[in-house]
Structures are given as C-alpha cells and as structure tokens.
C-alpha cells in the first residue's frame, strides 16, 4: 500500500491513507474489488426496480409510453405527481391508512408492553404456553382464519368501519409485538426493579418509569413492524372495507386501473407516494433492526 | 426458619408471601388478558370455526345454513385436478423460493459482513424491498414486463428477442412469481445472517489461519456451524410465510394464466369468496394448517430453545 501512494501528490497521498486507515488490515485491494462487485450486482437486482419506478414517475406520459429506456431532460416533470396527490379519492385514502395504521400501532403497543411485561416479568401458571401459543398464531394460514373472520366482523356490525380493520390489524401485530418486546425486556436487569420497589414503586410504576424508557428502541422497532403490517395490509381490507370511507393506500391504488386499462403514470406514482412513509420510518429504525436482528431468533424480527 | 422463632405468629411470613403471589399472579394475569382476549376471539376462535366449517356445507350467501358433509369436502379433494396442481405449486414455490433465498441470502451476507467503505449504506439500502407494501411489488414488477414499454421487453426487443407481457405466458409466470418472492426476502436473509456472522469471534479465524485453513475450511467448519441457529430459523419462519402467502400471487397473476400460477391460498379464496363455497374453501385450508404444523412445532421449539 505505502509503495502505491508514494507515486501520487500529497493531498492524494492522505486521501489514499485515510481510506487505507478506513479498511480493515486484511483487506486487499483485490478483495475490495470483488466485495464491490459483488454488492453491486446485488444492488442492480434490489434497487434498479424501484430506482426506475421512482425515475419513470418524474417523467412525462409520452416518454413511458415510448420504447426508450433512458429520459431526456425535456421528458422529466412533475405532473404526475400534481395529478395523483389534487385527486380526491387518492387524499381520502391517504387519510385512511394514517388513521388506521396510527391506531393500529398505537392500539398494538399498549396491549402488547402490558402482555411482554407481565410474561417478562410476572410467574404464573400457564406463562409458556401463552407465550408460545403467541407465536404459533403466527403460523395459521391466513385464509382459514379468514372465513369465519369475515362472519364474525360481519356479525359484531364491524364490516367496513375503522374499528374493524384496527382491531384486525392489531391482533395481526400483537404476537410478534409482544414477543419481540419481551426480548427487550428481558434485557433489563431485574435488580433495577427490585431498587424501584424498595423505593415503594408499584409494578406499574416500575413499567412506566424503567422497564418503557430503557425499552425505547424495542418499542420503536414493534411499533415499526406494526405499523408496516398494517400500512401495507391489503387483504385483510380487501374484505373488510366496502366503500371508499375505509379504504386504504394498497387497496385504493386500484383507483388507477379499470378492467382494461392501466394509467401506468399515475398508478406508479401513487404507488411512490404510498412507500414514502414506510421508507422514511424505516430509515428511523433500521439501525435496531439490524441490531435487533443480530440476537437472533424473533428479537428485532 | 429462624425467623419462626422470633415472629409473633409463626405463619405470617408466610401469608405474606401467599398474599404477595396472589396478588403478583393477579396483577400478571390482567396485564397479558388484553391481549389473549383479542387473539383469542379474532385469532382462535376463528380457526377453531374454520375447522368446524370444513365438516360442512356452507355458502357465503348463506352462513347460517350449515349441513354436515362428515368428510366428503375432502373426498371432493381428491378428484379436484385444480386443487392438486394447486398443493403441488405451493410445495414447488415454498422449496425453490426458500431455497433460493438461502443460497443468496447467504451470498449477500458474507459481502456486507466486509468492513468496506459505504457498508452501512449497503446494509440499511438493503432492507427497502422487505419493507415496500406486497401490491407495490407487483405493480413494479408487472410494470418491468409490459409489452412494448416495459423496461424489461424494451431491452428484449433491443436485443432481438420476443417481446410479451412475462405473466401472461405459461412457464415464465412461475418463476417470475418466484423471483418476486426471493426479490422481496434476500435482504432480510442477508441482514440476519450478516449478523449472526459478526457474533463470531474474530479470534477463531486468526486461529484457524495460523493452523493453516483457507477460506473456504474456515467457512465451512467456522462460519457454517455457527450460523445455523439463525439459518433453521429463517427457513422454518419463510417456509411457513411462504406456504401461506397470499398476495403475491393473487395480485400479479391471479393463479393464471391457465392456473399455471394457482397456489392453495389464491384457489382457497376463490372457492369461498367467489364461489362462495365456504365448507369446502375451509376445508382445504385445514389440509394446509397439517402440513404446515410440522414445521410451526419446529420453529416453536426452536424459539422455546431458549
């Protein structure tokens, strides 16, 4: 490395250490290349998909209607996304998922720090097989549960209300909420509660005040995954929703397709705009996900 | 015991104790009771009416008319040819999604496990495609194979060769089906994987290099043992994921064309909400709950573990 820089000017010369300094001391320049290449190839696979959906939605319609790949800079505009977000139905549906899934989520990390508390912290007969039963809910197929589902919402009048499709949603987060929350609680030495309740803490007190503050990237992370479970739901409303009033994004973006015919512009721009919450909240969180993840198992999945 | 002794009453710590587990049990007990209510009533109480159903004849236009069919909704089964295409693309998809999702999963993982420059750009992109919404995918992906100006027809055609909408075509469908599949889940593959990599000591390596193992031994007797908690896990979770996944198929294809692309769950939910045959739909959803229960013992026992 030292007999390479010496040939380049000095300013290149700490450019070229300080990236020396950034690899690790058994990284060869050859194996640089080839994780590169790697990662690259990769990334073309993930990323060039949505890139282009992203490119295409700042183009015109001639444009993505004509054989050609690559825009010109005449062809990029805005309209499409002026068009999607001025129309009526597309902001009630928008309206929609906030709502739900803001509830939903809401709704999911009550229930589920008081269930991951009291299975983290509390003995009592039957504590394991709640715990595991929670978890094997996860695995039933979805379209057994649906049927009956469908009959029982209808019977209890909640077809096609908010209501609905929040407690549907949030039985759908719950499980994997409580879990991955009681792995974070779990985390917290016991000798802090036992402090607290010398103090004359009660239990809830020692909830409120320790067990959520030092949890906070845990209850960040479910309440992550609940909130892209319910933003990105589309069967569960499918069935539940009737009429444009609780509709949400997934399902309205139908509103861009007839029988025959696709808007293609509009329809990929609203399905733009419908992942922009979704990645923006991801970029939040990502970094204890991927920490959550490096613990294994259900924590941080 | 000595405490005995010296206590006014001999018992009261210990009706103290008894006071204090009562009441600890209680307090545990209504804390967790939200939450088992709501599955309980949503979750359970339908699967336990889905396998009711699946003993009866129903209509959806109908629900309250139920006669008992014993076992003749899954004699029908078995002179159903839809149905057992259907079983047999849900195994094909289920072994060859998953497996490809490993494979290259794994690939992705020992690439972001290097400390390079732009890493953790890597690493966070990576996981954008596990988080977009399952009808996005399929409009980008149905997008990519339009005649005539899809992106992926428009490099076909520049090279010369057939041009058609990919979904539409019998034998191209199904493994576009899967590469939606392995498109949405290697990253999240790669990320666990990548991370149970780095819990590896980096001593064991150094060890292994001075005993003078190449990369490929240390992979083999290092990396791999270490790696297979997470790995059984990831597969059990995605084979079950998959064996039940809905929405891909039913928003890119529908099961066509010409049910080339037809899975239990797409056919399951055609029978009972579009030919409202909801004993026999509840019927085959019980087969896929036995053949998925298998594998959800594994993966709680596998999670119990600890």
Known sequence: MATDSSTHSSSDRSLIQRFDAWLSDDMSPRRLVGVYAVLSLYFAFLLLPVGYMLLVTFTSQEFLYSPQLIPSLGDLTVENYLTVLQTGAFQGYFVNSVVIAVSTTTLTLVVGTLAAYSLSRFEFPGRQSILL??????????????????????????????????????????????????????????????????????????????????????????????????????LLVSILSQTAATRTLPFGLQLFQSQNTVAWELLLTAATITIVPVVVLFAFVQSYIVEGLASGGMKGM | MATQDISSSPLSPYVAEFKRFVSDTWLGYAMVLPAVIMLGAIIVYPTLRGIQLAFFEVSLLNPEQMTFVGLSNFGQMLSDATFKSALWHTVLLTAVAVSLQYLLGLGLALALKEKVPGAGFFRSASMITWVLPGIVMVIIFRFLVQPDFGPANIVLAKLGLETTYWFGRPGVAFPLIVVMHVWRNVPFYAIALMAAMKSIPETQYEAARLDGAGPLQAFRY?????????????????????????????????????????????????????????????????????????????????????
């Not at chain 1, 409580?178 to 985390?187: H, M, R, V």
């Not at chain 1, 995954?225 to 990105?232: A, D, E, P, V």
């Not at chain 2, 004993?279 to 013992?297: E, K, N, Q």
């Open chain 1, 133 to 234: 039963s929670f978890l094997a809910t996860q695995m039933l197929p979805l379209v057994l549960i649906l049927i009956p589902f469908f009959l029982l919402m209808f019977s209890l009048n909640l077809i096609d209300s908010y209501l609905g499709i929040v407690i549907a949603h949030s039985v759908g987060g719950i499980p994997l909420g409580t879990w991955l929350l009681k792995g974070y609680f779990d985390d917290i030495p016991t000798s802090l509660d036992e402090a607290a309740k010398m103090d004359g803490c009660s239990r809830l007190d020692i909830l409120w005040r320790i067990i959520v503050p030092l949890s906070l990237p845990g209850i960040a992370v479910a309440g992550f995954y609940t909130f892209i479970l319910s933003w990105n739901d589309y």
């Open chain 2, 222 to 306: 290092i990396t791999l043992p270490q790696i297979s908690y997470v790995s059984m896990i990831m597969i059990v979770l995605h084979v079950i994921f998959t064996f039940n996944n809905f929405d891909i198929v039913y928003l890119s294809t529908g099961g066509g064309p010409l049910g080339n692309t037809e899975v239990m769950s797409t056919y399951i939910y055609k029978q009972a909400f579009e030919q409202y045959a909801l004993g026999y739909g509840a019927s085959m959803a019980l087969v896929m709950l036995i053949i998925m229960m298998a594998f959800t013992v594994v993966y709680v026992r596998l999670e119990a573990r600890d």
